[in-house]
Nanobody, 119 residues
């Protein structure tokens, strides 16, 4: 399973680091995607990283502020979120794709972690 953690309440301009940890399987061969869903809005893709860690993607709304990384030794993927804005408030989810890049349907979904940014 996947476990997302690290969410919380932070003021605008602050930072949080989300973690997506796997248990029961190794993340080495999985591409990982981070998604978020704000109240009343559809889920949107935020960032993703290839299984090798060499390819990353960011939504325009977070580019330059968020950084995705992975530590396969720790079986964990991270999402460093800096310069947070109130519009970043959402439940954040991670998903594992059994492929080298994010493609198709996730094999695993993590439970969400709430991020709340106050103005």
């Amino acid at each position: 399973q996947l476990q997302a953690s690290g969410g919380g309440l932070v003021q605008a301009g602050g930072s949080l680091r989300l973690s997506c940890a796997a248990s029961g399987f190794t993340l080495d061969y999985y591409a990982i995607g981070w998604f978020r869903q704000a109240p009343g809005k559809e889920r949107e893709g935020v960032s993703c990283i290839s299984s090798s860690g060499t390819i990353t993607y960011y939504a325009d709304s977070v580019k330059g502020r968020f950084t995705i990384s992975r530590d396969n030794a720790k079986n964990t993927v991270f999402l460093q979120m800096n310069s947070l804005k109130p519009e970043d408030t959402a439940v954040y989810y991670c998903a594992a794709y059994r492929s080298t890049i994010v493609h198709g349907t996730p094999y695993y979904w993590g439970q969400g972690t709430q991020v709340t940014v106050s103005s």
